[in-house]
């Protein structure tokens, strides 16, 4: 016999909904949204109630509220849990925990007065997580699965005009969820729209708008396809034909740069139907994506649902402002990973521009925990609840110029199932893409997708090197996940980017991933992996996004927006001819794929010292996508003492649905004059009194050498030698890496507890020198470090020579100094570059200037603290009242807290500043690579243990902070 709630842990996707069909708003057609604060109760089984609440008369009155859409865990009922691709209960698929929440939802409603009394209505879920079963005044609707897919019952007949009694009973496991083992937090719930769609008699049921463009000819074609035949009028075209003809006029393209959309009406007997028709083709052809005629370059993120406090039930607000915020930083294209989007998304991308890569709503990623065995999507039983999502996101989103490509899913290895899947959408869309990254010889796909390949490898696939079967030797390429934001980084994007513009086969990536997925928390600042008590679950591994949690835009994205912008400059001749030279032209290409630049204003400044003397406009002939021009900059204005630079930015122009006029695009910066030479002459002598050693503004330990005082400030931790940095997860890496992760060797070493032995405390003529050996216990390994004193009087310079001792095979972390100021000090001045951090592969978007920050400005808050905030190129420095230049350039960094509680840190709350700001002055630092995900720093980015020698010279500013 067949229990109540059997369904549950049937592989069936459901029974009793309508089948799939587009997603759109109808004109006139009446609709009710179902949205608000529901009646609510939370079982811990799915069997321990019975189906009374959904019966008439049923008295909720004492239950909790809760709102609708929204997951129940955020709501203060349960908690959420993450696991990366672990499945959270025992896997013997379909079965699920006897363990499985369950909440029963309640709303009553009455129809509007003006509802009509004719026609039937339809009951639309467009998301709930994982299963449901819905009763209307009583009557079981049928149950389903899918949680992130619209579901859909014909309920007319139900309907009274008063008193409607809607129940929903909501499963957190299902069968369902070993379909949804995405990375990413457990989140039951109705999280999207319910809505009461009024449907009259004759009204549209499916449609297919087929709107294609010939780029040889500058026309497109429209056909739309529908269930009910009507009539398809798009005045702006002059077109008003029936459904199902075909009709050809000229027409402006839609792409991504130029998200041209004509609005139209499909016309039935009984409603009107708004479209927003763009035309465009998408092909492969000679082995390339091509959009009307063109190859286009991804230059892509991969984008959950995020919001800190809502989790995956997003506002309209929330999503416009992700695509403004992808826009604004250069982004052109999404991979909705890995699940389709709240629909009003992909209206948005249609509107202001994105390619999407549709992904469909699966993953069975814990499966490979069992080498694969017994994967649903190689299980025919499973095969219907695969087509079945494959053709519930098609359907809906069909009609979405942004969608250029539909993704199969996941990690969710390879089977028939998702050849099934493939089939079906090359049969009903012939008019885009199939991605699936798991089909690595491109069976069922119609490109060559992978995740964190190497660069080396991604320039062999570039090279057509990479072998593979005949089919996919001719296929593009793309990568769609690369360049793992998880905290500091990534690093690396630069040469990606290079490697993509270099191989036409290499179409670009997708970042992953866009936002940091932190739940807002008031013990943590944002919570992640375990902080709800999770017995299985994968940390911070949530957190690796662009994005903070709170949508503040990361130094990664900051540094991705330089990298893929759209116009490049290049200085010429490229590099000062002579001393003082500088370039008299610059060359300027435009690396659109279908705009020319007539959209953006150009402009040049003229900095001496970081400060802007001079600027003006740069007037651009116009330069066709892919096309260079040369324009000539004008005479160097005034002085060319002291280091002199060009800065020239492209600006948009004029206002943008996107951006307003002025938003910065695209810059670059040419060296003039280079860096005078430091100098600071020697002849103060040192001299020995009273316990101390005096040198020119300086005051020193005449035991230990160690600097006491500069002038009137006092120096609260003398500087010496460090080589450490709180690991970044990049440093630490993924678990399951095989390459070598250096943050662990890093502890293993000892580098966190590095000693200093003092070996001498030397006074000559002009100098000082306090000679060290810097070396953790256990280990033979140390760094002999000198560090030499001379002062001119009123300066005073440090000369650090390090000398590696013993073996080094690992590389070190940073290579600088350290010493502590009063917490006092909080205004920092610096000439270098900025505004933001900058390591040795995440240091494009470092512009020289002048820049200004307090010492918590610096911080960058990474959601599990780690080593942040350097600033890169840094020629001066002032903070609490000591002025510091180095020779040469240095890496500026200043925290209330030490390294080492940094790194202790598990949370930002955790940080409590002291009453010393801690500065690092670096030589060098390691860099960062995107190991947490990915390969780790290229190794000219590696920073191995070598003779170094570099200086800093310290003084009194004028005005203490
Ligand atoms: C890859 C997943 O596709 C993605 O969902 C996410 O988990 C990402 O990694 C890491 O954050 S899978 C990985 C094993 C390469």
């Known amino acids: 016999m067949r229990a109540a709630t059997d369904y549950v842990e049937d592989v069936a996707p459901g029974s009793g909904t309508l089948p799939p069909r587009a997603w759109y708003a109808s004109s006139d057609a009446a609709s009710l949204s179902l949205n608000g604060s529901w009646r609510f109760r939370l079982s811990p089984t799915a069997d321990a109630e019975d189906d009374a609440f959904a019966g008439p008369g049923f008295d909720a009155g004492h239950w909790a509220r809760i709102s609708v859409p929204g997951h129940w865990v955020l709501q203060g009922h349960g908690a959420p849990a993450y696991t990366n691709h672990l499945y959270p209960f025992p896997v013997d698929p379909p079965r699920v925990p006897t363990e499985n929440p369950t909440g029963d939802h309640l709303r009553l409603f009455d129809l509007p007065s003006d509802w009509p009394s004719d026609g039937g209505a339809v009951l639309r879920f467009d998301g709930v997580e994982s299963c449901a079963r819905v009763w209307l005044n009583g009557t079981d609707l049928g149950e389903f699965k899918g949680s992130r897919l619209p579901h859909e019952f014909a309920v007319g007949h139900l309907l009274r005009p008063e008193g409607n009694v809607l129940a929903v009973r909501v499963h957190q496991w299902s069968a369902g969820s070993y379909l949804e083992d995405q990375d990413q937090w457990w989140l039951p719930g109705i999280f999207r729209d319910v809505t009461l769609l009024h449907r009259p008699a004759g009204c549209a049921l499916d449609f297919f708008v087929h709107a294609s463009y010939d780029h040889t000819a500058g026309a497109g074609t429209l056909k739309v396809d529908s269930d009910v035949a009507g009539r398809v009028t798009v005045p702006a075209l002059g077109i008003d034909v029936p459904t199902g003809a075909s009709v050809t006029v000229p027409v402006e393209p839609w792409t991504a740069e130029t998200p041209r959309l004509y609005d139209g009406v499909l016309a039935t007997e009984g409603e009107r139907v708004p479209l927003r028709i763009g035309f465009r083709t998408v092909v492969v052809e000679d082995g390339l994506i091509e959009v009307n005629g063109r190859a286009i370059l991804f230059k ?158 991604v320039d062999r696939i570039g090279r057509g090197l990479d072998g593979g079967p005949l089919k996919r030797r001719r296929l593009p390429f793309v990568l769609c996940e690369y360049g793992h934001a998880m905290g500091n980084g990534p690093g690396g994007l630069a040469d990606y980017q290079r490697l993509f513009e270099t191989h036409d086969r290499v179409q670009g990536g997708f970042v992953w991933e866009w936002i940091d997925h932190g739940v807002k928390d008031e013990r943590h600042g944002f919570a992640y992996g375990g902080d709800f008590g999770e017995e299985l679950h994968d940390g911070n591994f949530v957190c690796d996004g662009l994005l903070f949690p709170d949508r503040t835009p990361s130094p990664g994205l900051v540094e991705y927006k330089k990298v893929i912008e759209p116009v490049r400059f290049e200085a010429r001749p490229p590099a000062p001819a002579e001393y003082g030279a500088g370039p008299g032209t610059v060359r300027i290409r435009n690396a659109h794929d279908f705009l020319d630049l007539t959209a953006l204003a150009f402009e040049w400044s003229y900095q001496v010292d970081g400060e802007t ?334 003779p170094a020698e570099f200086s800093f010279v310290f003084s009194e500013t004028a005005e203490r902070a």
């Open 300 to 457: 892509g993120v991969n984008r959950h649902e995020w919001h800190p406090e809502q989790g995956r039930a997003l506002d309209r607000e929330t999503m416009r402002e992700d695509v403004l915020l992808m826009k604004r930083h250069n982004i052109n294209a999404v991979r909705t990973s890995h699940y389709p989007p709240h629909p009003a998304f992909l209206d948005l991308c249609d509107e202001l521009g994105l390619w999407v890569i549709d992904e469909c709503d699966l993953e069975t990623h814990g499966f490979v925990e069992q080498s694969w065995r017994d994967n649903p999507v190689d299980d025919e039983r499973w095969t219907p609840a695969l087509l079945d999502r494959a053709a519930r996101m098609v359907e809906r989103d069909k009609n979405h110029p942004s969608v250029v490509v539909w993704s199969l899913g996941n990690e969710a290895g390879t089977g028939r199932g998702l050849t099934a899947m493939a089939e079906w959408i090359h049969g009903r869309d012939s008019s885009r893409l199939v991605h699936y990254e798991g089909d690595r010889d491109c069976r069922d796909t119609d490109m060559y997708s992978r995740m964190y390949a190497v660069h080396e490898e």
């Open 613 to 946: 003397v001079a600027s003006g406009g740069l007037p651009v002939p116009r330069a066709a996508p892919g096309e260079s021009v040369e324009v000539k900059l004008p005479e160097p204005p005034g002085t060319r003492d002291g280091e002199t630079q060009w800065t020239v930015r492209a600006l948009l122009a004029s206002d943008t649905a996107w951006a307003p006029k002025g938003h910065p695009v695209a810059w670059a910066q040419f060296p003039v004059s280079a860096r005078p030479p430091l100098r600071v002459a020697r002849g103060a002598a040192p001299a020995r009194g009273d316990g101390r050693i005096t040198l020119g503004p300086g005051s020193f330990d005449a035991r230990t050498g160690a600097l006491l005082s500069i002038g009137a400030v006092e120096v609260t931790g003398p500087p010496r030698l460090d080589v450490w940095r709180a690991p970044t997860d990049n440093d630490d890496g993924a678990t399951w890496q095989s390459d070598v992760r250096y943050g662990l060797l890093w502890r293993t070493l000892g580098l966190q507890r590095m000693r200093h032995r003092l070996d001498s405390v030397e006074t000559g003529e002009d100098a000082l020198t306090v000679r060290t050996r810097v070396a953790p216990a256990g280990r033979e390994l140390g760094l002999a470090t000198v560090y030499r004193w001379t002062s001119d009087g009123e300066r005073l310079r440090l000369t650090v020579s390090v000398g590696p001792q013993g073996e080094w095979t690992v590389p070190l972390p940073r290579l600088g100094i350290r010493f502590g100021l009063s917490g006092a000090a909080d205004r920092v001045r610096w000439f270098g570059g900025g505004p933001g951090e900058a390591y040795p592969d995440t240091r494009s978007a470092s512009r020289l200037g002048r820049w200004e920050s307090t010492v918590d400005g610096l911080q960058t808050p990474y959601v599990r603290p780690q080593e942040n905030g350097a600033r890169a190129d840094v020629r001066w420095a002032e903070i609490g009242g000591l002025r510091i230049e180095g020779d040469p350039e240095f890496w500026l960094s200043g925290r209330r807290w030490t390294n080492e509680h940094l790194d202790a840190a598990r949370h930002l709350t955790d940080l409590i500043p002291g009453d010393t700001v801690w500065v690092n002055l670096d030589h060098a630092q390691h860099g960062i690579g995107s190991q947490s995900c990915g390969p780790g720093p290229l190794p000219r980015y590696f920073l191995w243990a070598a």
